[in-house]
C-alpha cells in the first residue's frame, strides 16, 4: 500500500488560489472539467459509465448535502474524475468532509493527484487493492462510498492483469471485483453509509442487492443507461434496520428483483434517465 497526499498544493479552505486553478467553471459547473482532468495511456479515460456515475450523485445532490458526510471513498478511481466530481458536488468549500481514493494501478493515483491538484480539491490518494491496509482505519467510518468497478466480463486471467486491462476486466461475468468489493463497502461503510455502484446488466444487479439485502442493505437503482451493447444501473444501496430476507426465498426475492429490473424499458440509444425504482 503507497499512500500519496496531494494536500501539500492545497490552501487551507481546500481551494487553491484562482491563479492556479479556473474555480469559476467548476464550482458553476459542480462537476470535473474534462479539460482538467489528467490522462495516461494505462488510466482509464472518463467514459460514459463514469458519466452516468457523476450523474446519479448529481441526481442524489439535495440527498448528498443533507447526508452532510464526513469520509468519503472512491475505489478504483481511475483518472479521478469521479472522486473530484463528488467533491465538486458537496462543495470543496464546506469544511470537515474528508476525501479518499484508491486504485490498483499507480499511473492512475498519480493521474487522480494531477485531476485533483487541476481542481483544487484535496484528497489522500492510497495504491492498494481494493481498500487493504485500510480495514481498521477505515473500519465503519465512510459516509459515502462510489464505486465503478471492472465489470466487463472477461477471460479469469485478465482480472488484475497490469495497466490498463485491469481497468474494465471483471472475470466472470464481470463479478470477480465487484464481489469483492462488496463486503469490504459493508466493513467500512458507516451507520449512515452509502454505496453508489455501477453495475452492467451481465453482472446481475438483482442478485447484487439480493446479497446486499441480506447484509441489511435497501437499493435503489438511481440511474440506469443503455445501448445496444449493454445496460448500465447506478445503484445506491443504504443500511435499513426493516431490509431481511427473513420471509422469502432466495428464489423468489431473485425473482421478484429481476422483475422490478425488466420492467425498465431499453432503448437502443444511449439515454438517461433518474429513477425512483427499488432494485
Ligand atoms: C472502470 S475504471 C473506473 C475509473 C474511474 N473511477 C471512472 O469512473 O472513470 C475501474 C478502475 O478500478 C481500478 N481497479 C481495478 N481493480 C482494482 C482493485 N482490485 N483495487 C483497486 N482498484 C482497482 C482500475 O485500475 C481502474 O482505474
Not at 3 to 24: H, K, W, Y
Not at 32 to 45: D, G, K, P, T
Not at 156 to 176: H, K, M, P, Q, Y
Request: aromatic letters at 6%; a negative charge.
Amino acid at each position: 500500500m503507497l499512500l500519496v497526499s496531494n494536500s501539500s498544493a492545497i490552501l487551507g479552505s481546500g481551494l487553491r488560489s484562482p491563479e492556479e486553478a479556473d474555480m469559476t467553471s467548476y464550482k458553476e459547473n459542480r462537476t470535473a472539467q474534462i479539460r482538467l482532468v489528467s490522462s495516461h495511456n494505462e488510466v482509464y479515460e472518463p467514459c460514459d459509465d463514469s458519466f452516468a456515475l457523476v450523474d446519479a450523485l448529481l441526481a442524489d445532490r439535495s440527498n448528498l448535502l443533507e447526508h452532510s458526510p464526513t469520509m468519503c471513498m472512491e475505489i478504483g478511481c481511475g483518472s479521478g474524475y469521479v472522486i473530484t466530481s463528488l467533491a465538486l458536488i458537496l462543495g470543496p468549500e464546506r469544511g470537515g468532509v474528508n476525501y479518499i481514493a484508491t486504485d490498483i494501478n499507480p499511473n492512475a493515483v498519480k493521474v487522480t493527484h494531477e485531476t485533483l491538484d487541476a481542481h483544487g480539491v484535496d484528497a489522500e490518494l492510497i495504491l492498494t487493492d481494493i481498500a487493504s491496509g485500510l480495514e481498521n482505519r477505515l473500519a465503519g467510518l465512510v459516509d459515502v462510498m462510489v464505486v465503478n468497478p471492472p465489470y466487463v466480463p472477461t477471460p479469469e486471467d485478465e482480472v488484475g492483469a497490469e495497466g490498463i486491462i485491469s481497468s474494465w476486466a471483471g472475470g466472470e461475468n464481470g463479478r470477480r471485483v465487484i464481489d469483492r468489493v462488496l463486503p469490504v463497502a459493508d466493513h467500512l461503510l458507516s451507520e449512515k453509509g452509502w454505496l453508489y455502484m455501477v453495475t452492467l446488466t451481465a453482472n446481475n444487479p438483482s442478485e447484487i442487492c439480493l446479497q446486499m439485502k441480506k447484509k441489511g442493505y435497501a437499493s435503489k437503482i438511481i440511474i440506469q443507461r443503455s445501448t445496444e451493447e449493454e445496460s448500465l444501473h447506478i445503484i445506491k444501496f443504504w443500511r435499513d434496520s426493516d431490509t431481511t430476507v427473513d420471509e422469502v426465498t432466495d428464489q423468489s426475492l431473485i425473482g421478484f428483483l429481476g422483475s422490478l429490473l425488466s420492467q425498465i424499458p431499453l432503448f437502443s440509444l444511449w439515454r438517461g434517465s433518474t429513477s425512483n425504482d427499488n432494485c
